[in-house]
């Protein structure tokens, strides 16, 4: 167990909808990552917050959006959804700015139909 | 072409044997290597990190930085089933606006069979 979780574990929802996933870091973590991962892609680098900034950026599209929260916690919203965002999605978190040493949820399976 | 290039395998090998897994890369930034072993349905593990150029050993896993040849390795001695999983190698560098961003190849499926 890593320390960092994640809500919900599966996702089953319809194109065109919105979903919000939820990260807790690990504790005294002030760094939270998001990452998709899907077979053709591999596991895709996102965002990064640090302490309740946005920090790093990734191939994020712009339908998606995240935040940190003063508790730390983040959430990623994605909205209009479409079949292909159908993948899993990675919260990790490391105690710094650097991406060296995070350490990975279990993941949201989101399926779009 | 991918920034970070790793041979997605399937590599299956015997119990006991020495497992080699590479990757390399093209961004002459990436200054740490990682290497993560992920479960199936299951998040990545953090197995280790190295900084720049060298070795570093943790019990069975070796990991070796050539920055110079652009290539990463890392070495399974003794390997087990429990080691069946996708390795996975990342990459980030050490500064600037990228800092943050881990860039991951594809991984390798090993499986090690009894």
């Known amino acids: 167990d890593s320390g960092v979780t994640q809500t919900p574990k599966h996702l089953i929802t319809a194109t065109g909808q919105r979903v919000t996933l939820r990260c807790s870091p690990r504790?005294?973590?002030?760094?939270v990552y998001w990452y998709q991962q899907s077979l053709d892609q591999g596991l895709q680098f996102l965002i990064q917050?640090?302490?309740?900034?946005?920090?790093a950026k990734g191939n994020i599209l712009e339908r998606f959006s995240a935040q940190q929260f003063p508790d730390l916690h983040s959430e990623l919203n994605l909205s209009s959804l479409e079949l292909g965002d159908s993948a899993l999605y990675f919260c990790?978190?490391?105690?710094?700015?650097?991406?060296?040493?995070?350490?990975f949820g279990p993941g949201t399976r989101l399926t779009v139909t | 072409q991918k920034e970070v290039e790793q041979d997605p395998g399937p590599l299956s090998v015997p119990e006991g044997a020495i497992v080699s897994l590479n990757c390399t890369y093209s961004?002459?930034?990436?200054?740490?290597f990682m290497w993560y072993r992920q479960y199936s349905r299951k998040g990545p593990e953090l197995l280790m990190y190295t900084y720049s150029s060298g070795n570093k050993e943790d019990g069975r896993f070796t990991a070796q930085v050539d920055k110079s040849s652009k290539y990463i390795s890392l070495f399974i001695r003794d390997s087990q089933p429990s080691d069946s999983a996708t390795y996975l190698c990342a990459m980030s560098s050490a500064g600037g606006t990228s800092y943050g961003k881990l860039t991951f190849g594809q991984g390798t499926i090993l499986t090690v069979h009894p």
């Open positions: 917050y640090y302490n309740g900034e946005e920090r």
């Open positions: 504790s005294g973590d002030l760094s």
């Open positions: 990790a978190s490391s105690k710094g700015l650097a991406a060296y040493e995070q350490y």
């Open positions: 961004n002459s930034a990436f200054q740490y």
